[in-house]
T-cell receptor, first 114, second 113 residues
Framework: DSGVTQTPKHLITATGQRVTLRCSPR?????VYWYQQSLDQGLQFLIH???????AKGNILERFSAQQFPDLHSELNLSSLELGDSALYFC?????????????FGPGTRLTVL | AQSVTQLGSHVSVSEGALVLLRCNYS??????LFWYVQYPNQGLQLLLK????ATLVKGINGFEAEFKKSETSFHLTKPSAHMSDAAEYFC???????????WGAGTKLIIKP
């Protein structure tokens, strides 16, 4: 158990819909990262938040957005969903820097868009 | 720009045999290097990392990796494979405090009985 929790575990929805994925980081970790993992694209970094502020963006679509709240939990919002958005979405947390700190991954949310 | 190449999307070894998973990187400055493992239906977890100091790094579950600057490599090895090592392994590199980790495409390790 990494100490990172993600809800829900599975999500099935239809094209065009909007969903919210939730992540609670390990106690004491200020950084939260979101990743997308799919068979064709592999592991893709989406976005990084540190103590409520966006720090870096990766391959995140404009239809996707995220935020980190004062209690440090984070949400990833996916809108106007397409079939290709079906993937495993991971949240990870670390104490601070992605440069050196170990990232602790949650169990993931499996999103299926029908 | 930094990049990471993992040679072989799938590697198959017999139980008890040597495991060698290859990772090469490109970076203009000394990098920090990581290996993560993903067991089926789970998130990733850190196996080992190189930041500074000794170039041979020992990790969990009997794995180790050696940073070879001249070869720009950080290959992962384990002397004797176990069935429980079957998983996907990811190499990642970071060479600047402003950079996020750059991830390799992953190598699936298959253990034959």
């Amino acid at each position: 158990d990494s100490g990172v929790t993600q809800t829900p575990k599975h999500l099935i929805t239809a094209t065009g819909q909007r969903v919210t994925l939730r992540c609670s980081p390990r106690s004491g970790d200020l950084s939260v990262y979101w990743y997308q993992q799919s068979l064709d694209q592999g592991l893709q970094f989406l976005i990084h938040y540190y103590n409520g502020e966006e720090r870096a963006k990766g391959n995140i679509l404009e239809r996707f957005s995220a935020q980190q709240f004062p209690d440090l939990h984070s949400e990833l919002n996916l809108s106007s969903l397409e079939l290709g958005d079906s993937a495993l979405y991971f949240c990870a947390s670390s104490v601070d820097s992605p440069h050196t700190d170990t990232q602790y991954f949650g169990p993931g949310t499996r999103l299926t868009v029908l | 720009a930094q990049s990471v190449t993992q040679l072989g999307s799938h590697v198959s070894v017999s139980e008890g045999a040597l495991v060698l998973l290859r990772c090469n990187y490109s970076s203009s400055v000394p990098p920090y290097l990581f290996w993560y493992v993903q067991y089926p239906n789970q998130g990733l977890q850190l196996l080992l990392k190189y930041t500074t100091g000794a170039t041979l790094v020992k990790g969990i579950n009997g794995f180790e990796a050696e940073f070879k600057k001249s070869e720009t490599s950080f290959h992962l090895t384990k002397p004797s494979a176990h069935m429980s090592d079957a998983a996907e392994y990811f190499c990642a590199v970071s060479a600047d405090s402003n950079y996020q980790l750059i991830w390799g495409a992953g190598t699936k390790l298959i253990i034959k009985p």
